[in-house]
């Protein structure tokens, strides 16, 4: 992980380089200050040698205004480069999103999912910036201090660093609970954006069923278990810290005792007990440096670890060898094809059938019978269990996913519109259309008229998800952007369902010219719907039932026919 971790490193070596340098001459700058107030202690006050004190004076200004330009660079470019390593992970870390399978979102919150991608990703930046930096400058003042401790008494130096052992077992032995804390931390945040996302997403469902209440349970269970979460690990760091700086008092004492003894037994001198003072009082720093590097590893490689997890998840298959799905005319046969969802019984089994190009197809049946399973299979959104699709006597698993998909137009029942314009919303399904290419298509999903009446026309901005239009005007602009997209091949499921009659009449007209020289496959609830459809299939768990015309299929006297009765009654009732 660690090497997965410094590959960021490599875009901005140079800029990472020149922050070490400045780190190191920052530590060898404050080494300077404690030998250079031992000599005018030992040497220049006792002497009087004032030209020389001012000619030091001089030195550790200029010294001083050099660390200032070094610590600038060190605050500003250094967090340029964690900055920019996060970026760089965030890009990944989408696009790897980007193709990992459906089944990977069925099972993951979406809440989790931004959590991993903003907050986790913050504290590798963090890590990324301040761990190799404090880590150099830690050991650049250590070993400098001790080398240069040594050089005015060994023995009183090995008594003051006889505490280290003590501060590195401290630290082994907190780290396995620091890890714990800060992944507690991160799974139960990852749980309250996933319940706060869902709550806003769902706030009108909310307020029309009048469940404040509930939600505000829900989200104080969350809540309490991320503050438990946090409490625990700040408890740790409580702990950690507590026991590192007694430790660090304890140093202090020993120094000031053990260089007390020393200078009055006359091993050193006045000048060499304040250097040590200094040098000790300066070696606190990198310790505690040390201590946050502990504490920035475990919080910022916890994210990491969190962040390569996602990463670590297969994406879409696709073979090596995948051909392109070019000119595309529409025929579409299943062989064998089963299907089920991580291991539960069977969807589809062993189906077989054949769909001719410019044909439609209508599935209708009871729901369970995999209707919309198999509409999700043929752009591969799924996988089959076993069988295959082909598409013009290719296998779907032989070409690649961007052209088999470029080739298949979907229009659902649930209409997902992102958050925008009206434009921006048509143009998705053809991102290099032209003005005129996005008004034909609107003309033509019988939206135009509608847009034009509108203050801003295709400028509108429409909400989050098409929250300020109608149901149907949702409808009409994602079959607008189907025909922008223009393909071969039409899945329909569930279209009109969940629309009045009135506007299903116009969606149905649209739909009519949308799938006029496709292949269309259409799923329907609505049996009125589907009465030109070139075949209509009864899909049930177990398998195909019925299969024939809207006329054949009346005649049969069969499941259609009790379907389709079934309805007609219910039109007369209302």
Partial sequence: MIKTFSKYYKPYKKLFILDLICAFLVSVCNLIYPMLT??????????????????FAIFLLVLNIAKAGMNYFLQYW????GVRMQADMRR???????????????????????SRMMNDLMEVSELAHH?????????????????????????????????????????????????????????????????????????????????????????????????KA??????????????????????DLVVLIAAGYFTFKQYINMGDFAAYLLYIRMFTE??????????????????????????????????????????????????????????????????????????????????????????SLIPRFYEATSGDILIDGKSIYDVTLKSLRKNIGIVQQEVFLFT??????????????????????AQRASIHDFIMSLPEKYDTYIGERGVKLSGGQKQRLSIARVFLKNPPILILDEATSALDNATEYLIQKSLEELSKGRTTIVVAHRLSTIKNADEIIVLSSNGVEERGSHKELLNKDGIYNELYQSQFKDKEVS
């Fill in 286 to 375: 990198p310790v505690k440096k040390l201590i946050n590097f502990t504490e920035q590893y475990q919080s910022g490689m916890t994210g990491f670890q969190r962040f390569m997890e996602i990463m670590d998840e297969k994406p879409e298959k696709e073979k090596e060898d995948s051909l392109e799905l070019e000119d595309v005319k529409g025929e579409i046969e299943l062989k064998d094809l089963t299907f089920n969802y991580e291991d539960n019984e069977n969807v589809l089994n062993g189906l077989s059938l054949t769909i001719n190009k410019g044909k439609m197809l209508a599935l209708v049946g009871p729901s369970g019978g995999g209707k919309t399973t198999l509409c």
């Fill in 131 to 227: 761990g190799p930096e404090d880590l150099f400058i830690s050991i650049v003042m250590i070993v400098g201090s001790f080398s240069i401790l040594c050089t005015i008494n060994v023995k009183l130096t090995l008594i003051v660093f006889s505490i280290i052992p003590f501060l590195v077992w401290y630290l082994i032995n907190q780290r396995l609970k620091l890890k714990h804390a800060f992944m507690e931390t991160r799974v139960k945040t990852g749980e309250i954006n996933a319940n706060i996302e869902n709550s806003i997403a769902g706030i009108r469902v909310t307020k029309a069923f009048t469940n404040n209440n509930h939600e505000a349970k829900k989200f104080d269970n969350n809540n309490i278990k991320f503050k």
């Fill in 230 to 251: 946090r409490e625990f690990a700040y408890k740790v760091m409580g702990q950690y810290y507590s026991g590192m700086n007694f430790l660090m008092d304890i140093l």
């Fill in 420 to 441: 925008g314009s009206i434009k921006e919303n048509i143009l998705y399904g053809n991102i290099q259309a032209t003005e005129d290419e996005i008004i034909e298509a």
């Fill in 92 to 114: 990944d870390l989408f696009n790897h999103l980007q193709l990992l399978p459906n089944n990977y979102f069925d099972n993951n919150k979406t809440g989790v999912i931004m």
């Fill in 38 to 55: 031992r000599n005018i202690i030992n040497d220049i006050i006792p002497n009087q040698k004032f030209r020389m004190l001012a000619t």
């Fill in 78 to 81: 250094g967090h340029v480069v």
